[in-house]
């Protein structure tokens, strides 16, 4: 059913292949990429913070904590992730 001739997909160089030229100053290319990883971090930490203490406090009001165990349940692993790529082990790669 199955030769050993490659299929196409194998054998075939990718289509799209997206370089930094001459266009864009590699420069600025990293500049442009800390300030969107530092949006993305900013940006998830404070909505996690600000969702797991409005649920936090709707808790103690009302003594059902269940949405505080949604928002961590989607929170936690993104913060677990932001927390594991900045303070990870530091022998891979430091820039």
Known sequence: MWDNARTRSQAS???FRPRIGRDFDLEEVHVI?????GFLSR????????GIGIT??????????VAVEVIW??????????VTHYFGSAGKDTR
């Open 13 to 15: 160089e990718p289509r």
């Open 33 to 37: 990429d800390a300030r969107t990883r």
């Open 43 to 50: 940006a998830v930490a404070i909505g996690s913070f600000t």
């Open 56 to 65: 936090g406090g709707y808790g103690l009001a009302t003594g059902n904590y």
């Open 73 to 82: 349940a989607v929170a936690g692993p993104m913060l677990g992730a932001m």
